[in-house]
């Protein structure tokens, strides 16, 4: 102890304490009180002033309540400590409280807080109402927080789905129940975070790689997990520690279309197939959650050129980072197994620069530019040839860097690499770029044939 604490002593801080509404009801002598029943973890006592913390809204001021009075099955008491209690707040029904929402001390951990508002979510929507969401619950709670109960109910129910034909069904009803109050409520938040590769500046590809009994490697469907901005303080704990990660945030708009655009053009331009929403268990497919092109019956000359598995591959093998494990160098070779095998196919976009002919080039599409109009392409010194071709995967990663009034060409590797070495999306982030040669890329078709 130090002399200052010795001299005037160093106040003790009193161990926190939280409580997860599982019910609630108003006061009958006094509706402006509400009586709250819930799990108490630590030490609640009456007369204690307690914040008001709503998980799914935690950018509302937090406000403070006095604990009136306090019952645990034994009966009316003036302290409680790990149980089950009925607590009576002053005022609480003013404070639009509702299931999930936490009560604690001031001095509560972010961790003991979300833990209380699992533990609520749990009680009562899985233990209590079986998953069943009453009106006014699908009102009040947030996609975050039905997102949580669908994971919490999956894993009571998953093991003996698995057993059980019937209980299979009902846990497929119920996937559908929840994703359907999700997706509703998703696109009308303010913001949205989304997890970033390090390495490539993009969105995170969240897959997982399985070996069947004959050896085969088989890669589950690409995944980007987004996080609600509430959930941020928590899963920068999470990440924080694994620099392969970071976040960018994602605003929806006075239209709130942002999110649902952003959405579509990681299915579109880079081959991710849905999204992960507050945990791997909570997944929806790109197709349940937005209108995707079509293009059946349509001249191939009018389809925009994307390339979603080149980036798919390229960026899963990118994620890799160091080759440092067996394991990482047994994926590294299918993942670019399979990115060169979508190089075979793909059409990339050749940015240029034409000389005369303003008007002409107005009333023709780029992709049909008389040989006689002179242009340049966009280069750079080359790895074995003299030049090295810029290429780009679609128009949006082209007008980032060239803007939106830039003319192209559509070229294939095939053709380019006789006369250039080729670069895929030269950007500010060289691992999301690729330099293929016409060595490697001889070398790699005759292995992919």
Not at 286 to 309: S, W
Request: overall charge negative.
């Amino acid at each position: 102890m130090g002399l200052f604490d010795f001299l005037f002593g160093k106040k003790k801080q009193d161990p926190s304490f939280t409580l997860g509404v599982v019910n609630f009801f108003k006061g009958e002598d006094n509706p402006s009180d509400l009586i709250i029943v819930g799990f108490v973890k630590g030490t609640i006592k009456v007369g204690d002033e307690i914040v008001v913390t709503k998980m799914s809204r935690v950018t509302e001021t937090p406000v403070k309540i006095t604990v009136l009075s306090l019952e645990v099955p034994e009966g009316e008491v003036q302290e409680a400590t790990d149980t089950m209690v009925i607590a009576r707040v002053q005022d609480g029904a003013k404070l639009d409280i509702y299931k999930g929402t936490v009560l604690h001390s001031e001095n509560a951990p972010d961790a003991q807080r979300y833990n209380a508002y699992i533990t609520a979510l749990g009680i009562a929507f899985v233990n209590e109402q079986e998953g069943k969401l009453t009106k006014e619950d699908c009102e009040k709670l947030a996609a975050s927080d039905i997102s949580e109960i669908w994971q919490l109910y999956y894993k009571v129910h998953a093991e003996e789905a698995k057993r059980f034909e019937a209980k299979q069904v009902l846990l497929n009803y119920k996937r559908r129940e929840l994703y359907k109050l999700i997706r509703e409520k998703l696109f009308l938040v303010d913001d949205i975070y989304v997890v970033y590769s390090v390495e490539t500046d993009e969105p995170y590809l969240f897959s997982h790689a399985s070996e069947d009994e004959k050896g085969s490697l088989s890669v589950t469907m690409p995944m980007a997990q987004l996080i609600p901005s509430s959930y941020m303080h928590y899963h920068k704990e999470i990440y924080k520690k694994d620099e392969i990660f970071d976040f960018k945030r994602i605003e929806n708009g006075p239209d709130k279309e942002g999110i649902r655009n952003f959405i579509r053009d990681l299915f579109i331009y880079d081959g991710i197939r849905g999204i992960q929403y507050c945990g791997e268990k909570t997944t929806i497919l790109a197709e349940q959650l937005v209108d995707l092109p079509r293009y059946k019956g349509i001249d191939e000359k009018e389809i925009p050129v994307t390339n979603p598995n080149v980036i798919k591959w390229l960026y899963l093998a990118r994620q890799l980072g160091k080759l440092n494990t067996k394991d990482k160098k047994t994926l590294n070779q299918v993942y670019l197994y399979q990115f060169y095998e979508a190089l075979k196919t793909a059409k990339f976009i050749a940015p240029m620069r034409l000389h005369g002919y303003d008007q002409l080039l107005e009333d023709n599409p780029q992709t049909e530019i008389e040989p006689n109009i002179p242009f340049d392409l966009a280069m750079q010194p080359g790895k074995t040839k003299e030049w090295t071709l810029k290429v780009y995967t679609d128009w949006k990663r082209l007008r980032k860097h060239y803007g939106e009034d830039c003319k192209a060409l559509i070229v294939t590797l095939d053709e380019q690499l006789e006369y250039y070495d080729v670069v895929i999306n030269p950007g500010d982030h060289p691992m999301a770029a690729a330099t293929i040669t016409e060595e490697l890329y001889n070398e790699v078709k005759k292995k992919t044939v």
